[in-house]
């Protein structure tokens, strides 16, 4: 299988800049996220707390000349022959690697602490035994002003200003309030400018592009173009002369402010150290948990990246959208290594709800948008009972949070009506309408009606419903504790009468009795979500064990767990866009890994080793077999495509912008490895692959540092708790480790059959 790359350290290296996609890494702060591929391609934000946003970057590429000819420091054509090349991905930047005419240049990327910019570094060294001088020309692509149209009005300008030592650009927009404001987009530098542009068509030519830029083809550098509503970019010329053997850095800042005076100079010591504080920073915020495994891929794929995604989900949901769902299930993932950072996020999250418990899909371009799904508000009360029981502190369920009107209630008031909203919100038969969807976006026409129900977000409802009953009981919340259970109890009485068919849960029942997921439906007979989620919600395990057995024998296929089957393959009204993927793809019947790691979570509570095991490998990029896969290796995808897509059979969707890999690490620490924080402590339950003899995972919880070594006796899964000894003092097996702040535990778990 050809690899294009491998794991170096924590890093890693891409070795071939010609893949059959990108592969992106990321980089953010609460202010600006920007994300880069092997060949420099990419886009960076801002965005308030409104989600209004400055599309700052739509692409970049930066150039070298020499004076005879010019070449692309970011590894472009990709029919331009390169002497060496490399990508290293890193979590926090990027570095690409070029060589080419006798210069190595190095192209760093990345996102500071704070602040709405982006930086770039670039570094050339003079490989020859003669002095060269040399032309350094970063250029950006933008849209500060608007989305460029054929025949479309532009209002901008651009020109360079000396005393900033930048080019800026201009355009007004509504950003931090609804008022349009003058923004300022920049591309500076640390060392003093010998060239700009500003004018799009002066710099890549009125029909050119950034393989074939007008401005380095006849001037090998800018071409100091001003721009009056005109398409505008982001170009700036350094000129460079190195001796023999020679290195020289230069640190460029692509930002965007709304005064000309906030724009920062471009200090090379001051971004130098910007640098250092980021990596500090994830080293900080990642820090909460690691594991060592047999298979070295996934020991990178979770240690080095795995919480780096989940970091980004939790704050910036799938990026193209504040996903409230998103954002607060990613923060519950977060709570299992940072569950501080994730009492905050689910606290921002929470200040979009409505007053009356009800939850929207996003906030986007300067408003709250409902989108009409009715799950939203279901997930709020799972990463609150999480973060709790991570804290131990009930005192965050005092904590005071805005609603979106104004108006605050506690953590806890935001999450009791939640369940209180859904509770009141149902239909046929008394379970909990779809609306405009649950968590299946392309169900969107259920229940739209105001009658349809889903099945699955009842489950979801019940689950809710005893999570919050037991947060009820934490605070003596008597009545409320007994609201609660009733609730859950009522609700899975329903789901179990209504919802239950022999041997599965269906999916749902539409607005006209038509029903979804049953034996007798058109298309989508099969589905994985219900029967996954009957197990999280603590259903019957009867029930659970025979719905569970029919998910394996009908969804669980050699390339991982289907998600529906048959697809749907027909425009039938009463789901709504299930068809609109084709056949095979993402929720239409691919292997849709989100639900693919809720599997390995239930196979976890379950006990089935053996499932376990097969799960992950399925799952993990690397261990795909059919040897078809063209993703990033380092993170995970949304889907891998089913076998009715042909030739993209068994090829991974898109990768980052997904919370498959959030939910697979959070899987792995909970269930797999068995870390269950509960007010007394850590503990104990895993399940873990059968071939795991002697593994190990570090968990930080509550300051006290827990080293959990773990050897199976026997040949096959073990589940059975010989012994744990803690610091080599046995303990009892069936009670939670209590945390020592400051100190580290090292705890030996022996298991048997």
Same mark, same amino acid.
């Given at each position: 299988?050809?690899?294009?790359?491998?794991?170096?350290?924590?890093?890693?290296?891409?070795?071939?800049?010609?893949?059959?996609?990108?592969?992106?890494?990321?980089?953010?702060?609460?202010?600006?996220?920007?994300?880069? +591929?092997?060949?420099?391609?990419?886009?960076?934000?801002?965005?308030? %707390?409104?989600?209004?946003?400055?599309?700052?970057?739509?692409?970049?590429?930066?150039?070298?000349?020499?004076?005879?000819?010019?070449?692309?420091?970011? @590894? $472009?054509?990709?029919?331009?022959?390169?002497?060496?090349?490399?990508?290293?991905?890193?979590?926090?930047?990027?570095?690409?690697?070029?060589?080419?005419?006798?210069?190595?240049?190095?192209?760093?990327?990345?996102?500071?602490?704070?602040?709405?910019?982006?930086?770039?570094?670039?570094?050339?060294?003079?490989?020859?035994?003669?002095?060269?001088?040399?032309?350094?020309?970063?250029?950006?692509?933008?849209?500060?002003?608007?989305?460029?149209?054929?025949?479309?009005?532009?209002? %901008?300008?651009?020109?360079?200003?000396?005393?900033?030592?930048?080019?800026?650009?201009?355009?007004?927009?509504?950003?931090?309030?609804?008022?349009?404001?003058?923004?300022?987009?920049?591309?500076?530098?640390?060392?003093?400018?010998? /060239?700009?542009?500003?004018?799009?068509?002066?710099?890549?030519?009125?029909?050119?592009?950034?393989?074939?830029?007008?401005?380095?083809?006849?001037?090998?550098?800018?071409?100091?173009?001003? +721009? &009056?509503?005109?398409?505008?970019?982001?170009?700036?010329?350094?000129?460079?002369?190195?001796?023999?053997?020679e290195e020289k850095s230069i640190w460029y800042t692509v930002g965007v402010e709304d005064s000309y005076d906030k724009i920062p100079v471009c200090d090379y010591n001051n971004i130098e150290n910007e640098f250092k504080l980021m990596l500090d920073k994830y080293d900080d915020v990642l820090s909460g948990v690691s594991i060592k495994t047999p298979w070295d891929d996934l020991n990178h794929l979770f240690n080095d990246w795995l919480k780096y995604q989940t970091n980004l989900g939790s704050r910036w949901a799938r990026v193209r959208h504040n996903g409230m769902r998103d954002m607060m299930s990613d923060t519950e993932c977060l709570s299992c290594f940072n569950a501080e950072l994730a009492a905050d996020r689910i606290c921002r999250v929470m200040s979009y709800q409505y007053e009356n418990g009800y939850a929207p899909r996003t906030f986007l371009d300067g408003t709250?948008?409902?989108?009409?799904?009715?799950?939203?508000?279901?997930?709020?009360?799972?990463?609150?009972?999480?973060?709790?029981?991570?804290?131990?502190?009930?005192?965050?369920?005092?904590?005071?949070?805005?609603?979106?009107?104004?108006?605050? /209630?506690?953590?806890?008031? =935001?999450?009791?009506?939640?369940?209180?909203?859904?509770?009141?919100?149902?239909?046929?038969?008394?379970?909990?309408?779809?609306?405009?969807?649950?968590?299946?976006?392309?169900?969107?026409?259920?229940?739209?009606? /105001?009658?349809?129900? +889903?099945?699955?977000?009842?489950?979801?409802?019940?689950? @809710?419903?005893?999570?919050?009953?037991?947060?009820?009981?934490?605070?003596?919340?008597?009545?409320?504790?007994?609201?609660?259970? *009733?609730?859950?109890?009522?609700?899975?009485?329903?789901?179990?009468?209504?919802?239950?068919?022999?041997?599965?849960?269906?999916?749902? &029942?539409?607005?006209?009795?038509?029903?979804?997921?049953?034996?007798?439906?058109?298309?989508?007979?099969?589905?994985?979500?219900?029967?996954?989620?009957?197990?999280?919600?603590?259903?019957?395990?009867?029930?659970?064990?025979?719905?569970?057995?029919?998910?394996?024998?009908?969804?669980?296929? %050699?390339?991982?767990?289907?998600?529906?089957?048959?697809?749907?393959?027909?425009?039938?009204?009463?789901?709504?866009?299930?068809?609109?993927? +084709?056949?095979?793809?993402?929720?239409?019947?691919?292997?849709?890994?989100?639900?693919?790691?809720?599997?390995?979570?239930?196979?976890?509570?379950?006990?089935?080793?053996? *499932?376990?095991?097969?799960?992950?490998?399925?799952?993990?990029?690397? =261990?795909?077999?059919?040897?078809?896969?063209?993703?990033?290796?380092?993170?995970?995808?949304?889907?891998?495509?089913?076998?009715?897509?042909?030739?993209?059979?068994?090829?991974?969707?898109?990768?980052?912008?997904?919370?498959?890999?959030?939910?697979?690490?959070?899987? $792995?620490?909970?269930?797999?490895?068995?870390?269950?924080?509960?007010? %007394?402590?850590?503990?104990?339950?895993?399940?873990?692959?059968?071939?795991?003899?002697?593994?190990?995972?570090?968990?930080?919880?509550?300051?006290?540092?827990?080293?959990?070594?773990?050897?199976?006796?026997?040949?096959?899964?073990?589940?059975?708790?010989?012994?744990?000894?803690?610091?080599?003092?046995?303990?009892?097996?069936?009670?939670?480790?209590?945390? &020592?702040?400051?100190?580290?535990?090292?705890?030996?778990?022996?298991?048997?059959?």
């Open positions: 299988m050809k690899t294009y790359g491998h794991f170096e350290n924590k890093n890693f290296v891409i070795t071939e800049r010609d893949i059959p996609r990108n592969w992106y890494n990321y980089f953010y702060n609460d202010e600006y996220v920007s994300f880069v +591929s092997q060949v420099g391609f990419g886009q960076g934000f801002a965005q308030d %707390d409104m989600g209004r946003r400055i599309k700052l970057v739509e692409d970049r590429a930066v150039y070298i000349s020499n004076g005879e000819t010019y070449w692309q420091a970011t @590894a $472009l054509p990709i029919n331009d022959p390169l002497d060496d090349y490399s990508c290293v991905h890193a979590t926090g930047y990027s570095d690409i690697n070029v060589f080419k005419n006798g210069v190595h240049s190095t192209c760093r990327f990345f996102v500071g602490n704070e602040g709405k910019r982006e930086y770039l570094k670039v570094t050339v060294k003079n490989e020859t035994d003669k002095e060269l001088t040399l032309k350094i020309v970063p250029y950006v692509e933008t849209t500060i002003d608007c989305k460029y149209t054929p025949q479309g009005y532009e209002n %901008d300008e651009g020109r360079l200003y000396e005393e900033k030592n930048c080019a800026i650009v201009t355009g007004k927009m509504p950003f931090g309030s609804e008022d349009a404001v003058k923004q300022y987009g920049y591309l500076s530098s640390s060392e003093k400018l010998s /060239g700009f542009d500003t004018r799009k068509t002066a710099f890549i030519g009125t029909y050119g592009n950034k393989l074939l830029p007008k401005a380095m083809i006849e001037n090998l550098g800018c071409t100091n173009s001003i +721009s &009056i509503a005109e398409k505008i970019c982001l170009a700036v010329e350094n000129t460079v002369t190195l001796k023999a053997g709250i948008q409902d989108k009409n799904y009715a799950d939203n508000t279901v997930w709020m009360t799972y990463t609150v009972y999480a973060i709790t029981k991570e804290l131990g502190d009930l005192s965050f369920l005092s904590r005071e949070v805005p609603f979106n009107n104004g108006t605050t /209630g506690t953590v806890y008031d =935001h999450i009791y009506r939640s369940v209180s909203f859904l509770n009141g919100f149902t239909g046929h038969y008394g379970l909990v309408k779809a609306w405009g969807g649950d968590w299946n976006d392309n169900m969107n026409k259920v229940g739209i009606k /105001g009658k349809g129900v +889903s099945v699955w977000l009842s489950i979801a409802l019940v689950r @809710a419903a005893k999570m919050l009953a037991e947060i009820a009981s934490w605070l003596g919340k008597t009545e409320d504790e007994q609201f609660a259970k *009733k609730v859950a109890f009522d609700m899975e009485e329903r789901v179990n009468k209504y919802g239950f068919e022999g041997d599965r849960y269906i999916y749902a &029942i539409s607005d006209d009795f038509f029903t979804i997921g049953s034996e007798e439906s058109e298309e989508g007979k099969h589905t994985a979500l219900p029967q996954l989620w009957s197990v999280l919600a603590d259903f019957d395990k009867e029930k659970c064990t025979i719905v569970m057995d029919a998910l394996e024998r009908e969804l669980n296929v %050699d390339i991982g767990l289907l998600i529906c089957k048959p697809p749907y393959a027909k425009d039938l009204p009463y789901y709504g866009d299930m068809s609109r993927p +084709s056949v095979g793809v993402r929720e239409n019947g691919g292997v849709y890994l989100h639900a693919s790691a809720w599997k390995l979570a239930v196979d976890g509570i379950l006990g089935r080793n053996d *499932k376990v095991e097969e799960g992950i490998h399925k799952i993990l990029p690397g =261990h795909h077999q059919y040897e078809k896969k063209v993703g990033e290796p380092y993170v995970l995808f949304n889907a891998y495509m089913g076998e009715q897509t042909g030739y993209r059979f068994g090829t991974p969707g898109q990768s980052w912008r997904t919370a498959a890999g959030q939910w697979f690490m959070y899987a $792995l620490v909970k269930f797999v490895y068995g870390m269950q924080p509960n007010f %007394d402590g850590l503990l104990i339950k895993p399940t873990l692959p059968t071939s795991w003899k002697d593994c190990s995972i570090t968990k930080t919880l509550r300051g006290c540092t827990y080293n959990v070594h773990f050897i199976q006796k026997d040949e096959c899964g073990c589940n059975n708790i010989e012994s744990i000894t803690v610091n080599g003092v046995k303990v009892d097996p069936t009670k939670a480790i209590p945390p &020592i702040k400051g100190e580290t535990l090292n705890v030996e778990v022996i298991l048997t059959k």
